[in-house]
């Protein structure tokens, strides 16, 4: 390789080959994650204008260096484990997500090599930095590991710790720069040279960091679809159309395509029919057989579904390669499984026992949540029915992961196409070779390369652009008969036409639909993607699987490329023309096509028994032998991570309502025998008879019962009048001591209320710290209702413990009844919830929404502030950062507008910043900065968790106003009257109707009106029908002008002018003519005011607000964006209601920011990188503007203001610049366009 020749750096390798006889040792746990290894854009070689190079280059697990680490590491961790002496220890591979990089940086012609394993959370630069750690993992991960990452050690300490358990390494490893002076460590003396010598292959490399497949010919931008043609119906109802494209894609082997899924393309394949097809994918839900299976008194579980975490992983005694699978429920559980110990998710249903499970009393099945993850489904049963509620939540999580779809877009945007030509599908693919120079590339190929979807999540299945699919529609339902470019179905092969002559038939005469009419329809995807505005599709050419003894078809030896084996006795058939594909709604995707799936040991018994091979039967369709094992889905979520999250909320969700509706039919004999006694008081009452046949559901209880309350489920439960009106203020109670024959109705479930009935009793209270939130909640909720004080307080502190599983409700709780500590305890557990979401569940308390909105505004400000430190120390030579910093604050900043409110709270900030902190490499003046900066902001959120949601101590006020304030002052004084003064005379120019109203203006001045006028103009003005009282004025709280100004609205005459008046004073007059209902004035005011958006707008939005003038909110709402949190609180502390829609307008512009942040689709560079040399400072300072103006960042031309200036910073980039420049353009018109939408 032309890159790898000597430089200096750490020192060269010891062994470079296994040792004879080796003892291979394995990892029982790992720590790693592959989203920290290097990005796509450090493992591209490029050489910078000052001939520097800065990038990682993968290293296999069989390179000499690598070979090195296995064996110094394993003979370290195996004295540290105390494992026998005298064995060649040797790692058999890297922990599961780690990976082995060389970091080369400097001159390009002699850079500085160090070595690094990448994925824990620090990374490993020597074998003896990584001894304790490895031993930790091998060992299980059981206690706490002694590694200088992980314990805060020195590494002298850890150094000293193995020299005296015998354990020898190496010197310390130096760093040497390639050229120049240097501050840092003195050179090494001995390069790196890599050896030439070929290692027989111990173990099978993990998966290189994505790199991308290189492309022999650039492809064209794709060509407009042509006009839709409708599929031909057969049955009722007819199926769904089906467009046909004239232009036929570009075969998938000239696609830039991601490794994975070039991986998992080619194991789709089926070259070796011996061999058995890889058929599971990175993210699949499949079903793992368990052995032995978990036993008890039910049906034995046998399968239980899991998440495929790997596809490479090594089978223990074996040369094979299996699956490491996560079980879902249990995520600590994670396992091994050859291919032949797994199904896919549709092929094997547990309905023997699901059903089981449903016989079985629900409270047997409910078990706290930290007993069902900690679960060990691989362990013998010791609680046959824990296992089972841990498989059926399980189970519940996989049918909702069903319903979830979303595209691909994992990958990178795609570079330009390389000279190196890729191999086609099907054929391994070569080892990387030295990245080649580039040609240039026009701009036409690399928009279409990046827009480019690589495939789909479709429910509990990984498909691929490149994938043979079935269809939903079955080929008697697409075009029976022919169309254009679409052939007619294969007729029957010569044995099918045997079998039916036998039987006396003809095709004919034959009974019903056969052969090819009866399997499925396929597509081999081409592309996906929207053709249309309205609906995503995928194109590609369709193909039917005729019989093995039909001749070829007319276009099958059309070069394609390779399709997977086809099932026994059959062949495939294209249907569509060369030069034409099919664009099908993604809505018609059946799912996934599984070769020679049948011959699955696991299925042998369906083959056994033919009579199970029906159409109904899911594991036939899967290769397409009936047109049946459809997925379904109908909800969208982003990404695969999402989508797990939210399948285990709402399973969880779903069998919690299901476990807690069954508590109240059966909690065990005293529960059954007071649901006995309730069923025969309710008899006896509906027979006439008495209350007294009614039952205190307090055990003991001698009291006599005199009120009788009917729950909301029917129950009828015996009360004491005495205990009611001692224990409790809302309840009714019966008059007079009397019972009342009539059951009083109530609003809550028979269980609340017997709960809270105990309380009301001179007796031991009920013990409710180990019922379920929800419990606790409506017993809390019934309480305050009813004033039962002995209840109320020790609910909130059992609340209090219980926030984190539902802290939603809790928190609207709190903040209805006024319970400060527990509303602050709670509240920062809701930073997780988006705003759509908190919308939703406090739809009916605005109030508890616009306290919640006001403490995420206040996180919000903190995100904000972190992003702008300023404590960073002076390096050596001036430098205010080193070199890495860019590559480390960059990928901090978008963590943090991504997170938001709830980037810092409980360890986020930590957890931010140690994922990216490897890329300073330990930079003695970076490192410590970061870290006391998160320190410092990790107080700063502390001290917002103690302030609370419950900060502002005003009174909660009215949300919408629904009276006018009183249009009278208070009764003036015999001595206040104007007796004395002179009768006014209207302030309307010549007016001659008589005055018989006089009004007194805020500031004293009188004026003369006319009780007829107010009456006629006027909805609300003091008048006393038609009597003069020009002796008594009537007082109003405007001043002389406004309502001067609005007598003149009131007039029969031109209306005055009030374009150019003060904003100030229109809006005085617009509030005026809403209170005194003048609605001549309304809407000239609201119109004019419109034009004054700009000068008062946070007046302007609450006048609007106020009174439902919805353009006019829309206009002035942009205006306030400006406006911090708290001056807003100011002007509108008294409309809550206004404020809270404020905050709710705000909440979208700040995740148009994030949104805007998060924008990646540059262009590639010549030479292969996404960015050029200056971006990373450029982009810093650009992503620092967007968190400090936050919400405001983006209207109004803001994002150019902020944008265009630090241009500059680029040195004019021919690809960056204008890249920069759209990036203006289309965010503007997102904001736009979310102006357009407005407040209301």
């Known amino acids: 390789m032309s890159h790898a020749k000597s430089g200096k750096g750490r020192k060269s390798a010891k062994f470079t080959t296994i040792p004879p006889n080796p003892v291979y040792l394995d990892f029982k746990s790992s720590d790693g994650d592959s989203r920290r290894w290097p990005s796509q854009n450090h493992q591209h070689r490029t050489v910078d204008h000052l001939n520097q190079i800065n990038w990682y280059r993968y290293i296999g697990p069989d390179e000499p260096e690598a070979i090195r680490w296995r064996v110094e590491v394993g003979t370290g961790a195996a004295a540290v484990l105390q494992l026998p002496p005298g064995q060649n220890y040797v790692l058999r591979g890297w922990p599961n ?80 720069p390639s050229a120049g002076p240097s501050t840092k460590r003195s050179p090494s003396k001995t390069s790196a040279r890599p050896s030439t010598s070929k290692v027989r292959t111990s173990m099978p490399p993990p998966p290189p960091p994505m790199p991308l497949q290189p492309s022999p010919v650039e492809s064209p931008p794709s060509p407009p679809p042509a006009p839709a043609l409708p599929s031909q119906p057969t049955t009722e109802p007819p199926p769904p159309q089906i467009a046909l494209l004239c232009e036929e894609p570009a075969p998938i082997s000239s696609d830039l395509i991601h490794t994975q899924r070039a991986i998992e393309l080619n194991e789709a394949l089926v070259p070796d029919p011996t061999k058995m097809c890889r058929w599971y994918r990175l993210g699949e839900v499949v079903w793992a057989q368990l052995d032995p299976p978990l036993s008890g008194e039910g049906p034995p ?24 699978v996560r079980c879902i429920v249990v995520d600590h559980a994670r396992e091994i499984f050859p291919g032949n110990r797994l199904l896919p998710y549709l092929a094997f249903s547990p309905s023997a026992l699901v059903d089981w499970a449903l016989e079985q009393t629900p409270a047997d099945l409910d078990f706290p949540h930290s007993e069902l993850e900690n679960f060990q489904p691989f362990a013998p049963c010791e609680n046959y029915k824990l296992a089972v509620s841990a498989c059926v939540h399980a189970i519940q999580v996989g049918a909702q992961l069903a319903d979830f779809w979303a595209p691909d877009m994992v990958t990178i945007p795609t570079p330009p196409p390389l000279h190196t030509p890729s191999p086609p599908l099907g054929l391994p693919n070569p080892s ?52 254009d470019h679409v052939l007619p179905p294969s007729p029957l092969g010569k044995a099918g036409l045997d079998y039916l002559a036998k039987l006396g038939l003809t095709p004919d005469t034959a009974p019903g639909p056969l052969g090819v009419l009866t399997r499925a329809t396929f597509l081999r995807i081409a592309r996906i993607g929207p053709p249309t505005a309205t609906e995503c599709c995928a194109a590609g050419v369709l193909y039917e699987l005729a019989d093995e003894d039909v001749g070829p078809g007319v276009w099958d030896d059309v070069p394609d490329a390779p399709l997977p084996k086809e099932p026994t006795g059959f062949r495939w058939r294209r249907i569509t023309e060369p030069g034409f594909v099919a664009s099908v709604p993604l809505p018609l995707l059946a799912g996934r096509y599984y070769a020679r799936m049948l011959k699955h040991p696991l299925l042998d018994h369906v083959m056994a028994t033919p009579q199970e091979l029906t159409a109904e039967n899911p594991v036939v369709s899967l290769e397409g032998l009936m047109p049946a094992g459809n997925i379904e889905t109908d909800q969208f979520q982003p990404d695969r991570g999402l989508q797990l999250a939210r399948a285990k909320e709402e399973a969880f969700a779903m069998l919690r309502t299901y476990f807690e509706g069954g508590d109240a039919d059966a909690e065990g004999e005293d ?23 009614v039952y205190c559901s307090v055990d003991g209880c001698t009291l006599p019962i005199d009120v009788v309350f009917k729950s909301s489920d029917g129950e009828l439960l015996g009360a004491h009048s005495r205990n009611l009106e001692m224990y409790g203020e809302g309840f009714p109670a019966a008059p007079n001591g009397v019972a009342d024959p009539e059951a009083a109705l ?28 929800k419990s606790v909640l409506e017993i809390a909720e019934a309480a305050e209702k009813y004033g039962v004080h002995s209840a109320t307080q020790v609910c909130a502190i059992v609340l209090e413990s219980k926030g984190k599983q539902c802290p939603s409700d809790v928190l609207r709780f709190a903040l209805r009844h006024g319970y400060k500590e527990l509303a602050n305890t709670v509240a920062p557990y809701t930073l997780e919830f988006s705003v759509a979401e908190m919308k939703v569940m406090y739809k009916d308390d605005d109030y508890a929404l ?40 960059i990928p901090v900043l978008g963590d943090l507008i991504s997170h938001g409110k709830n980037a810092i709270y409980g360890g986020q900030l930590q957890s931010i910043v140690d994922s990216h902190l490897y890329q300073l490499d330990d930079c003695d003046y970076c490192c410590p900065d970061v870290r006391f900066w998160v320190n410092t902001y990790e107080k700063e959120a502390q001290k917002l968790v103690e302030e609370g949601i419950i900060y502002h101590d005003r009174q909660r006020t009215i949300l919408m106003e629904t009276a006018c304030p009183p249009l009278l002052a208070p009764p003036m004084s015999s001595s206040s009257t104007c007796s004395q003064a002179p009768a006014p005379e209207c302030s309307v120019k010549d007016c001659t109707l008589p005055v018989d109203v006089i009004l007194k203006s805020s500031d004293g001045k009188f004026l003369g009106a006319h009780a007829c006028n107010l009456a006629t103009y006027g909805e609300a003005f003091p008048c006393v029908d038609g009597t003069v009282v020009a002796s008594e004025p009537v007082a109003l709280t405007e001043n002389k002008a406004t309502l001067k100004t609005l007598l003149a609205f009131m007039h029969l005459a031109p209306q005055p002018k009030i374009r150019n008046v003060p904003c100030t004073e229109v809006l005085a007059l617009a509030e005026a003519a809403e209170k005194y209902g003048v609605h001549s004035a309304t809407q000239v005011c609201a119109i004019v005011l419109e034009s004054k958006v700009a000068s008062q707008p946070i007046s302007i939005l609450r006048f609007s607000l106020k009174h ?44 148009l920011t994030r949104n805007a942040s998060k924008k990646n689709s540059w262009r590639i560079h010549r030479g292969g990188s996404a960015h050029c040399e200056y971006w990373g400072g450029f982009w810093a300072a650009v992503l620092g503007d967007l968190l400090l103006w936050g919400k405001g960042a983006i209207y109004g031309g803001k994002l150019r203001t902020l944008v265009e200036p630090r241009l500059d910073m680029l040195h004019g980039c021919e690809y960056c610049t204008p890249d920069v420049k759209y990036w203006i353009t289309f965010w503007e018109k997102e904001a736009e366009d979310l102006a357009a939408k407005g407040i209301m």
Not at 119 to 144: C, P, Q, Y
Not at 301 to 324: H, K, M, R
Not at 671 to 693: C, H, I, K, P, R
Not at 856 to 871: G, I, M, N, Q, V
């Open 1108 to 1151: 439902g003038y919805r353009e006019l909110a829309n206009a002035a709402a942009p205006h306030t964006l400006a406006h911090s949190t708290d001056e807003m609180m100011d002007h509108y502390k008294e409309n809550d209601y206004a404020l809270m829609k404020w905050l709710l307008y705000c909440a979208r512009w700040e995740e």
């Open 746 to 773: 109530l609003t809550e479930p028979a269980k609340t209320l017997k709960t809270l009935l105990a309380f009301m009793h001179l007796v031991p209270q009920p013990r409710i710290r180990n019922l379920s939130c």
């Open 97 to 176: 997500e780690y990976a082995f990089y060389c970091h080369e940086k400097g001159k390009a012609e002699s850079p500085r090599r160090d070595h690094y394993l990448i994925g824990s959370r620090m990374r490993f630069r020597s074998t003896k930095e990584f001894i304790e750690h490895a031993a930790w993992l091998i060992d299980g991960a059981v206690n706490s590991c002694k590694c200088k990452n992980c314990s805060g050690r020195p590494q002298t300490e850890v150094s000293r710790d193995l020299a005296a358990n015998g354990i020898k390494t190496r010197a310390s490893p130096s760093k040497a």
């Open 850 to 889: 616009m306290k919640w909105l006001l403490y995420c505004s206040r996180w919000e400000d903190l995100t904000r502030r972190a992003a702008k430190p300023t404590h960073w120390r002076v390096h050596r030579g001036g430098k205010l950062h080193c070199d890495d910093w860019q590559d480390f604050w």
């Open 671 to 693: 529960d059954n025998e007071v649901d006995q006694l309730a069923e025969e008081s309710a008899l006896a009452m509906t027979n006439g008879s008495t209350s007294s046949e």
């Open 301 to 324: 579980i046998n399968f239980w579904p899991c998440v495929v975490t790997s596809t490479a992983a090594e089978i223990p005694c074996s040369d094979t390669l299996g699956y490491q």
């Open 432 to 483: 990387p070779s030295p990245a080649p120079t580039q040609p240039p590339v026009n701009s036409a190929h690399l928009l279409s390369a990046m827009t480019r979807c690589q495939g789909i999540w479709w429910g509990p299945e990984r498909i691929w652009a490149g994938d043979l699919v079935r269809l939903r529609l079955p080929r008697s339902g697409l075009a029976p008969q022919g169309v």
